[in-house]
C-alpha cells in the first residue's frame, strides 16, 4: 500500500547532498508535505508532520552539519515521527480482571468487520485462548452465516441463537452469550455488530445499546484502508457517536495510497491495534507503528518476517538450524528442502519478498514473481542423492545433467539454482547474529536471487556507500 509513498521519500531524500542549508530543509519539508498528500494523508497531519520534521532538523542544525552524512541525521528525524505519527508502539489487548474479555467490532458496512472477526478469534485461539464468536449483525442479508462460516474455518464455536436477516434483537444476543461464554468457559467475546453503508442514528443508537448491554474490555473501530481520507471522518464520527478504544485496519494489502494509516491515529487520538494483510486468514497481526515506518522508509521488516517464520518453521527443526547458524556449519540443500516446506506456509513469496530491506526498488520485479518458481525448485532439489544434497560441491557437469532429466528442467536452471545458492550461503554467514531466524536467511535469498533490482552504475562500486539516507541505513544495517 506505501509503495509510492516509499519511493517518493526515497527520491526526496537522494535530493540531499553535503551540508543541509537552510533553504534545503524548507525545499525538503515541503517535498515531504506533497508527497502525504499525494498519499491521501489529511492536510492538517500533513502540516503538522512536516511543521515537526523542519522543527527539529533546525533544532539540531549544528549536529547534523557536522555530521559525516548530514542527510542520514535528517533520515532519522523522519523515521521518528514517522513512527510517532502511526502510534509510537505497538497496543495490546486489555484483558478483563475476570474472564471473558469482551471485544465489540464496530464500523461501517464493507470494513471487513465479519472476516476480521474470524482472524481475531484464529489469533487468540493460537496464543491458547478460547474465543467465541457472536452473530450480533442481524441486519446486513446472510451475515449470521457467513459468520458461521468463518467460525468453521478456524474451527471456533459461534453463538448465534439467532437466524438475522432482519430477524432478532441483538441487544439480547450479545447479552446472551457473555452467559453462555462464561457457562463454556470461553475467555474471550468477539461481537460482530451490525454496520451501515453510511452513519446514521439508528446505527450509533444500536451500537451504545450493546455497549451499555455487554459493556465491552475493547471496542475496535474496524475501517478499510483504502477508502482513503473518508476512513478520517468516518472514524470521527463514531468516535463522537459511540466512542472507541483502538483502531483495526483491513485490506492494508491493497493498492490504495495509505492515507487512513497515515491520518487516523493523529486525528482520532487512537492507536492502531491490528492490521489485516491479505485474504488468507492467517494475514493479521498486531500493528507495530516503528516496522511501518521502516517499511515505508525502504528499509523494509525483517522483524515481521523473522516472526512469521518461526511461527512456520517446526520447533526441531528450527533448533538444528539454529545450532548450525550459530556454530557457522554450511546450509545444505537439505536444510533448503525443509525451509521451502515452511516458507509455502508463510504465504505468497511475493509478499514476503516485499518485507526485505530495499525492496521498494524491486516493486515490478516483486509482482512479477512467478510463485511455481517454489515448486520448481523442490523438483530439482528432490532429484538429487543426498549426497549432492549436503555437498552441492560434487555437483559436476553429468550429474547435473542427471537432475536435470529428472526433474525435468534444463540445465540452466540447475546451474542457476547452484549458483544462487552458493550466494544464499554467503549470504547466511554475513546476516548471522542478525534478526532473520537460521536457515530462512538462506532461502529468501536464494529465491530473491531472481530479482534484479535496476540499480545505477553509482551503485556499483566496490566498498562505496550510498548517499540516499534510506539506502546507507539498509547497507550499515547488514
Known amino acids: 500500500m506505501f509503495q509510492a509513498l516509499g519511493q517518493r521519500f526515497s527520491s526526496i531524500f537522494s535530493g540531499l547532498r553535503g551540508k543541509v542549508s537552510e533553504s534545503d530543509l524548507k525545499s525538503f519539508t515541503a ?7 499525494e498519499s491521501d494523508v489529511a492536510l492538517s497531519v500533513a502540516e503538522s508532520f512536516s511543521d515537526r520534521v523542519y522543527k527539529k532538523s533546525q533544532d539540531r542544525s549544528n549536529e547534523i552539519n ?3 552524512n548530514p542527510a542520514q541525521k535528517i533520515f532519522e528525524i523522519v523515521n521518528s515521527e514517522l513512527t510517532q505519527i502511526l502510534g509510537g508502539s505497538a497496543r495490546r489487548i486489555r484483558f478483563a480482571k475476570t474472564p471473558p474479555t469482551v471485544i465489540l467490532l464496530i464500523g461501517l458496512q464493507g470494513a ?4 476480521l472477526a474470524g482472524k481475531l478469534a484464529n489469533y487468540l485461539k493460537v496464543d491458547g485462548n478460547t474465543p467465541l464468536l457472536v452473530a450480533a449483525d442481524l441486519q446486513r442479508p446472510n451475515a449470521v452465516t457467513q459468520l458461521q462460516v468463518v467460525g468453521e474455518s478456524v474451527k471456533v464455536p459461534v453463538f448465534a441463537p439467532e437466524p438475522g436477516n432482519g430477524i432478532g434483537d441483538a441487544v439480547d444476543v450479545a447479552r446472551e452469550s457473555i452467559k453462555f461464554a462464561k457457562d463454556k468457559l470461553h475467555n474471550f467475546v468477539i461481537i460482530d455488530t451490525a454496520g451501515r ?6 446505527l450509533m443508537q444500536q451500537i451504545n445499546d450493546l455497549k451499555s448491554a455487554v459493556k465491552p474490555d475493547e471496542t475496535f473501530f474496524v475501517v478499510d ?3 482513503g481520507q473518508d476512513a478520517v471522518v468516518t472514524a470521527n464520527a463514531f468516535l463522537a457517536g459511540v466512542g472507541f478504544d483502538a483502531v483495526v485496519l483491513t485490506k492494508l494489502d491493497g493498492d490504495a495510497r495509505g492515507g487512513a494509516a497515515l491520518s487516523i491515529v493523529e486525528v482520532t487520538g487512537k492507536p492502531i491495534i491490528f492490521a ?12 507495530y507503528p516503528e516496522r511501518m515506518a521502516s517499511r515505508i522508509l525502504g528499509m523494509g521488516d525483517v522483524a515481521s518476517l523473522a516472526e512469521s ?11 538444528k538450524l539454529e545450532d548450525k547458524f550459530i556454530k557457522g556449519e554450511d546450509f545444505t540443500f537439505e536444510d533448503f528442502l525443509s525451509q521451502l516446506e515452511a516458507m509455502k506456509n508463510m504465504g505468497s513469496m511475493s509478499k514476503l519478498m516485499g518485507l526485505l530491506p530495499g525492496a521498494a526498488g524491486m516493486k515490478k520485479q516483486i509482482d512479477n514473481f512467478d510463485e511455481s518458481e517454489l515448486v520448481r525448485t523442490r523438483a530439482i532439489i528432490e532429484s538429487m542423492t543426498p549426497l549432492e544434497r549436503r555437498n552441492p560441491k560434487v555437483l559436476n557437469g553429468s550429474r547435473r545433467a542427471r537432475i536435470a532429466r529428472g526433474s525435468g528442467r534444463a540445465i540452466s536452471e540447475i546451474n542457476s539454482l547452484v549458483e544462487r545458492f552458493s550466494q544464499a550461503q554467503k549470504m547466511m554467514k554475513q546476516m548471522r547474529g542478525g534478526n532473520m531466524p537460521a536457515g530462512m536467511a538462506a532461502p529468501m535469498a536464494g529465491m ?17 556507500r550510498s548517499g540516499n539516507p534510506a539506502k546507507r541505513a539498509i547497507e550499515e544495517g547488514i
Open 448 to 464: 530473491s536471487g531472481t530479482l534484479k533490482p535496476k540499480v545505477g552504475n553509482q551503485n556499483l562500486k566496490k566498498k562505496s
Open 276 to 287: 489485516s494483510t491479505g485474504e488468507k486468514i492467517n494475514d493479521f497481526d498486531l500493528f
Open 309 to 319: 517464520a518461526k511461527r512456520a518453521m517446526p520447533e526441531a527443526a528450527s533448533k
Open 197 to 202: 453503508t453510511g452513519i446514521d442514528e439508528q
Open 112 to 115: 471487513g468487520k465479519t472476516t
Open 31 to 37: 517535498q515531504i508535505k506533497d508527497a502525504l498528500l
Open 66 to 68: 557536522k555530521s559525516t
Open 225 to 227: 484502508a483504502m477508502i
